[in-house]
């Protein structure tokens, strides 16, 4: 009798769960004719325990996060425009020269030129900043400041095809350029360019799964190391699906190869892969999965590329209507490919959310990582706390 009563509890409170409806951060729209503008801002407190990234002098440090935004959005019809800007700012407590100030802006744009023909454009513009002991500067210890740098991006995309038409067809150009704006006497030999496209065909096997299949070519473009210069290519094959309100996806894989234009580097083709998946067992639980094996430029001056595998698994989970939580996995494993480096990394956290109204949610966390290299110096663990105040109108 027992197990009766725990079972029809258990049944109850699922049914009970499944109608709630769940608060989320829905901050007040400022309406200027046809355009609707939603400022948001949030505010964090860090304890980070290595700021620097470092193996053996870890420096600890509080630090103040504050994150401004806004956006501007027009409908009209199917089409819609989208602008947005922020910015980020960090003040440390101790270590003052790792202050900074990043900022972005970004303009998006869908058109639907016919019923099949639908066109998106994205552009955007960011100012960032590169921390101490991470990237080039990674067991050195030794930078001054922060590394700045400029990232502009565009993507141009052209659809054709409904969503019920036996196949689709993605078309895809885009081109992004990074130039360093600090210690110009090394960083300029870090400067780059990629330009990128590609091509996806889209099969509809079922009502909701279709086959797809994907050509691409990146070109790298080092505009101060010409021997770093290379051609990507890769062809995927895969599927995806959303079968319904339970899973959905995307997973490919296929042939990733590089070619370096100085004919001294040998190139090479290897197999890789992207999934993405989203698992939903109850409305108020969802499980992620994303993993990738692809190539990634060398962040250290004796390498010509970096054969990348990763792994990301995140639950979001409300345990009341106003109250969720996020755990999330990551692991990356980086073979750096001439000097045999190898870094294993592992990173693990916890978000608690309440929305504690509309217009205004409170978190904490707490974020652990920890890297493992065979090259002594490169290695580190960090525990990071934290308490953010996110409010809208």
Do not use: C
């Amino acid at each position: 009798m027992n197990n009766k009563i725990v079972f029809a509890f258990i049944v109850l409170f699922a049914l009970f769960q499944s109608r709630l409806v769940f608060a989320e951060f829905s901050p007040a729209t400022i309406k200027a004719g046809g355009v609707d503008i939603v400022p948001v801002v949030e505010f964090s407190e860090f304890y980070d325990s290595n700021i620097l990234y470092s193996e053996s002098a870890t420096k600890n440090d509080l630090i103040t996060r504050i994150t401004p935004g806004v956006s501007a959005s027009l409908a009209s019809g199917a089409n819609e425009y989208l602008l947005t800007a922020g910015a980020l700012l960090e003040r440390f407590s101790k270590s003052k020269v790792d202050n900074f100030i990043d900022t972005d802006i970004a303009v998006d744009l869908h058109q639907s030129i016919t019923r099949k023909f639908i066109l998106d454009v994205k552009a955007k513009r960011i100012n960032a900043h590169e921390e101490r002991g991470l990237n080039y500067s990674r067991g050195l210890n030794t930078l001054a400041k922060p590394d700045a740098y400029a990232l502009n991006e565009a993507v141009v995309k052209l659809r054709y095809g409904g969503r019920e038409s036996i196949g689709r067809m993605v078309f895809s150009i885009g081109n992004d350029s990074r130039v360093f704006n600090s210690r110009r006497e090394i960083t300029r030999f870090r400067d780059l360019e990629n330009k990128r496209a590609g091509m996806t065909f889209y099969y509809h096997l079922m009502p909701k799964t279709s086959l797809l299949f994907e050509l691409s070519q990146r070109k790298i473009d080092y505009r101060n190391n010409k021997a770093d210069n290379s051609t990507e290519q890769r062809f995927f094959i895969g599927s995806r699906w959303d079968i319904s309100a339970l899973t959905s996806g995307t997973a490919k894989a296929g042939l990733l190869s590089k070619k370096f234009d100085d004919m001294a580097k040998s190139s090479v083709s290897t197999f890789s892969w992207e999934i993405g998946a989203r698992w939903s067992p109850l409305t108020y639980s969802v499980v992620d999965i994303v993993t990738k094996g692809l190539f990634e430029e060398s962040d250290d001056i004796n390498n010509y590329y970096i054969d990348s595998q990763s792994l990301l698994l995140k639950w979001v989970h409300f345990w009341a209507k106003n109250v969720d939580t996020t755990i999330h996995a990551n692991a990356l494993n980086r073979v750096y490919k001439q000097s045999g480096r190898n870094d294993k990394l592992k990173k693990i956290g916890i978000d608690i959310n309440y929305h504690f109204r509309r217009w205004m949610d409170v978190g904490v966390g707490y974020n652990f990582a920890d890297s493992q290299s065979n090259i002594s110096g490169y290695s580190y663990n960090k525990n990071v706390f934290f308490l953010s105040v996110k409010l809208g109108l």
